[in-house]
């Protein structure tokens, strides 16, 4: 699998993720949507793409895969700065003008945020794209489908 056919695959794995995590979100109720929604958005995508992709990925399956994966943390990673442009001292303040928080104490504030951001959002999309673009390839390979 070339440089080129990751980033199709990448691309279309966000897009798809997008479209379905949008879906997902109207469809479930408020409180199991987020943790069913990052479920389901990283399953079906990883899914759809193994599939389509699946004849080119089936030389070299890890490697494949690897480079799959290292694209979506590293493309998922440049939301990383935007999230921190949302945590900005004056806005925390004027958003919660009865705080007596100080900005030492705001900054740590924003640095835990960003760690359970990123526990909470990249490691269950991380463990759903594995078995979903395995289970896509098999599914590939058991249909013996030609595109």
Same mark, same amino acid.
């Given at each position: 699998?070339?440089? !080129?056919?990751?980033?199709?695959?990448?691309?279309?794995?966000?897009?798809?993720?997008?479209?379905? $995590?949008? =879906? =997902?979100?109207?469809?479930?109720?408020?409180?199991?949507?987020?943790? %069913?929604?990052?479920?389901?958005?990283?399953?079906?995508?990883? %899914?759809?793409?193994?599939?389509?992709?699946?004849?080119?990925?089936?030389?070299?399956?890890?490697?494949?895969v690897a480079k799959?994966?290292?694209?979506?943390?590293? %493309?998922?990673?440049?939301?990383?700065?935007?999230?921190?442009?949302?945590?900005?001292?004056?806005?925390?303040?004027t958003g919660n003008?009865?705080?007596?928080?100080?900005?030492?104490?705001?900054?740590?504030?924003?640095?835990?945020?960003?760690? $359970?951001?990123?526990? =909470?959002?990249?490691?269950? %999309?991380?463990?759903?794209?594995?078995?979903?673009?395995?289970?896509?390839?098999?599914?590939? !390979?058991?249909?013996?489908?030609?595109?």
């Amino acid at each position: 699998m070339n440089f !080129e056919d990751v980033i199709y695959a990448v691309s279309t794995f966000f897009t798809l993720y997008v479209v379905v $995590s949008f =879906i =997902i979100n109207f469809l479930i109720p408020l409180q199991m949507g987020p943790i %069913l929604g990052w479920f389901i958005s990283g399953i079906i995508p990883a %899914l759809i793409v193994g599939f389509i992709f699946g004849s080119k990925m089936a030389s070299a399956k890890l490697t494949s895969v690897a480079k799959i994966l290292v694209l979506v943390t590293a %493309l998922f990673g440049l939301f990383l700065p935007a999230i921190m442009g949302f945590m900005d001292w004056n806005n925390f303040i004027t958003g919660n003008p009865n705080s007596n928080i100080q900005p030492q104490d705001f900054w740590l504030y924003m640095k835990n945020n960003l760690f $359970s951001f990123i526990t =909470i959002n990249f490691v269950p %999309l991380l463990l759903t794209i594995i078995p979903g673009l395995y289970a896509g390839l098999s599914l590939r !390979e058991a249909s013996h489908f030609r595109l």
